[in-house]
């Protein structure tokens, strides 16, 4: 397949591994690399994992047999946590780990300058969907990108265009109903953050939508293996495996299935019916992939599917890494002189060579040793991960030696090898002193300037005292225009999900540009690059995720004029933050809890409604979330508002505080202005209402 340079590279299949077992499950099965967490900061929290013997030794397992392996520390970290985070770097760089992923741009700043020579991958809960993003990705120094799970195989294929960094995508596993990284529907109704590695999963309960299934935020898992090739030829370098909390049955049978896929070789239908009964959601889909939504990609963990995993199914896969892989070709080379010690030498492809020696030998009595003797011995290499590609024997005649010192010598040279193969160079690792200034919040009227989002351009007249109003991307400029001429200070609120969309934003920021309208919010890196590109001044969001003074800084250097912070943060945390990049809260809105590409309220069988007013989606207990549309994606939001008027005394250390207006009426947006600018009715809003993670913060890993 390599050898015609029209066809696509043979993709990296790239392995879960949760825990020691579904390490070897991994290797043995045939994957080229895996992917695993340490005991911390790993967004499988509640995986096995690995601590630090065990992580040794699996480096150690893994590169002994040619497989590279990846250490996940892709969660966001408070400021207290970027020391024990690059401490962990620090011992990976030691083994070393062939890459690391991230999600912090704070971690990812602070370990480029530790660790410049260890390769950092962007992780999918970096929400990288479009090309502007994932050359901002390459531009800052990532050598790979994972690109989010929902975008199609054409919407790949024109990043690949546009960059020619790695891409690694997805190819068999759980789909998450949210963008990963965009969602805090676990942290806010639980305290347990999918950005902590601690996704108690609540949208697989039963939400509703009028004419959906019942579990509208319940997906199919993904299965493209049957067509790996195509994710190659759309520019993808590694094709990963989800399933860190899955059991080592499934990972073999997974990984089986990839290999033998990627490599051209037809799959066995039992395989893949195994694979389908170890785990499933009502059966598999490619709707991302091919560009196809809606109600077909929906699914649930139905009792078909559980009763499916029958022990019969367990002890056939089982069968896939009972035994080593012999994976590693080994070159051997014996010699036999008289009044020499026997030597037998081995070495690999990469350039490993090592040598193991004997008694000199006996003159032979009745049968010399032979050549076909020899290779018989030598290339019995069973129970190791090598394979015996070539045997050449230097003989001289009439000389004999024990079958068994074949054997000895047999099993010291491959050890030997194993150890060389395993034993690598560490990655330099300099600590660096991270010690931001501290902030310092200057205030002129004494008072927190405040912002406000709208999602339409109606808007009541207190807006005009607003210090920035972020308006729809796609309103009409001239109304844009219209309205700054009114006193309104216009930015534009560019959409969190831009897939496919990139050049349709681009046109738009182009004509806005034009009417004098020259700041934007950009919740996504992909947009702030965009907006960039343009030469407009970017405002950040709270869904860039930015926990720590690190992070900061990183926007800072990247051309942010200001940012706010992750709401997962407790209000508490904004005393710990320096560095001189000004950042805010949002303090009032029904917060995003999730961003989908597929809209919940289009799950019916007459998909798409069109919407003119949010509609609902209902929990089990009948609490009712809006749903808005924004871009290409939907926001299932908060079924309350967040509401801090009456505590804006205790909102300390930001510059600027933020109000976000989504199902509110006219009315409604005036007098909740009125309360935040001028104190008016402050106590308490009509009807129910949250304080979000303000006074709580995360739930620790």
């Given amino acids: 397949m390599n050898g015609n340079p029209m066809q696509p590279k043979v993709p990296e299949v790239l392995a879960p591994a949760g825990g020691p077992e579904s390490l070897q499950a991994a290797v043995r099965a045939g994957a080229d690399a895996v992917y695993l967490g340490a005991s911390a900061f790993s967004a499988r ?49 030691t083994l070393p780990v062939d890459a690391v992923l991230v999600q912090d741009m704070g971690l990812f700043l602070l370990a480029k300058r530790c660790a410049p020579g260890m390769p950092i991958h962007a992780s999918t809960q970096m929400s990288l969907h479009t090309p502007a993003g994932v050359r901002a990705a390459y531009a800052s120094g990532m050598a790979r990108v994972v690109l989010s799970r929902e975008m199609s195989l054409r919407e790949i294929a024109e990043v690949h265009t546009a960059c020619p960094v790695e ?33 108690a999963q609540p949208c697989r309960l039963p939400f509703s939508t009028p004419g959906g299934t ?14 790996i090739g195509e994710l190659a030829q759309a ?132 049968r010399p040793v032979t050549a076909e003797r020899c290779t018989d011995q030598l290339q019995k290499t069973g129970g190791t991960p090598f394979g015996v590609e070539k045997i050449s024997c230097d003989l001289e005649d009439g000389l004999s030696i024990p079958v068994s010192l074949l054997n000895r010598l047999r099993r010291e040279v491959l050890e030997k090898l194993e150890w060389l193969r395993a034993v690598r160079e560490p990655v330099a690792f300099s600590m660096k002193p991270f010690s931001p200034m501290p902030h310092r919040v200057y205030l002129p009227s004494g008072k927190l300037p405040l912002r406000a989002r709208f ?159 949010a509609p609902e989606l209902t929990d089990r207990k009948g609490v009712r979330f809006p749903v808005q549309c924004y871009g290409a994606c939907s926001e299932v939001l908060n079924s309350v508002p967040l509401w801090m008027a009456d505590r804006l005394n205790e909102v300390k250390h930001v510059d600027f505080g933020v109000l976000r207006f989504t199902t509110e009426t006219k009315e409604e947006q005036q007098r909740v202005l009125e309360a935040y600018l001028h104190g008016k009715g402050v106590s308490l809003p009509s009807g129910t209402f949250t304080r979000g993670l303000y006074y709580k913060g995360w739930v620790m890993s």
């Avoid at 509640?46 to 047999?65: M, P, T």
């Avoid at 305290?191 to 590695?197: F, L, V």
């Avoid at 019942?214 to 067509?227: C, F």
């Avoid at 049978?253 to 239908?269: E, K, M, N, T, Y």
């Fill in 45 to 93: 929290a509640n995986a096995k994992n690995f601590d630090g013997q065990a992580l040794k030794e699996a480096v150690y397992y893994c590169h002994a047999r040619g497989v590279k392996v990846y250490l996940a520390l892709n969660t966001l970290l408070q400021e207290n946590e970027l020391l024990p985070a690059l401490e962990l770097l620090q011992y990976a760089c």
């Fill in 167 to 199: 891409l690694e995508a997805f190819v068999h596993g759980a789909l998450c109903m949210s963008v990963s990284g965009q969602c805090y529907f676990s942290s806010m109704l639980g305290a347990r953050s999918g950005n902590r590695g601690l996704c």
């Fill in 214 to 227: 019942g579990h509208d935020l319940s997906l199919k898992d993904l299965s493209m293996i049957e067509r």
């Fill in 235 to 366: 520019g993808v370098v590694s094709a990963k495996i989800e399933g860190r909390m899955k059991r080592p049955e499934y990972v073999a049978a997974a990984v089986r299935a990839c290999r033998l896929s990627a490599d051209g070789h037809a799959l066995p239908p039992d395989l893949m019916r195994n694979l389908g009964a170890v785990f499933s959601r009502s059966g598999f889909t490619t709707g991302y992939l091919d560009g196809h939504l809606g109600r077909e990609m929906f699914g649930t963990r139905t009792k078909e599917d559980v009763t499916g995993a029958t022990e019969a199914v367990f002890s056939d896969l089982r069968n896939l890494y009972r035994q080593e892989m012999q994976r590693v070709p080994v070159v051997f080379s014996l010699k036999v002189h008289a009044g020499e010690p026997v030597c037998l030498t081995a070495r690999d492809h990469d350039g490993h060579e090592t040598f193991a020696q004997g008694p000199v030998p006996e003159p032979a009595l009745r």
């Fill in 455 to 613: 999602s339409g351009i109606d808007l009541p007249e207190a807006a005009k005292e607003c210090e920035r109003v972020y308006l729809p991307y796609a309103a009409a400029p001239e109304k844009l225009a219209a309205l700054r001429k009114e006193g309104v200070r216009v930015a534009l609120d560019l959409p969190r999900g831009m897939f496919g969309m990139e050049e349709a934003v681009r046109t738009r920021l182009q004509a806005a540009k034009e009417a004098g309208i020259t700041h934007v919010w950009a919740g996504n890196l992909g947009a702030a690059a965009l907006a960039k590109e343009l030469g407009m001044t970017v405002h950040g969001g709270f869904s860039l995720n930015v926990t720590n003074s690190a992070a900061l800084e990183w926007y800072s250097d990247f051309g942010l004029t200001d940012t706010e912070l992750s709401f997962e943060l407790a209000l508490s945390a904004a005393a710990q933050l320096g560095g001189t990049l000004p950042r805010g809260w949002v303090l009032y809105g029904r917060l995003p809890l999730m961003l989908t590409r597929n809209c919940p309220a289009a799950n019916s069988e007459k998909g798409c409604l069109h919407c003119t007013t």
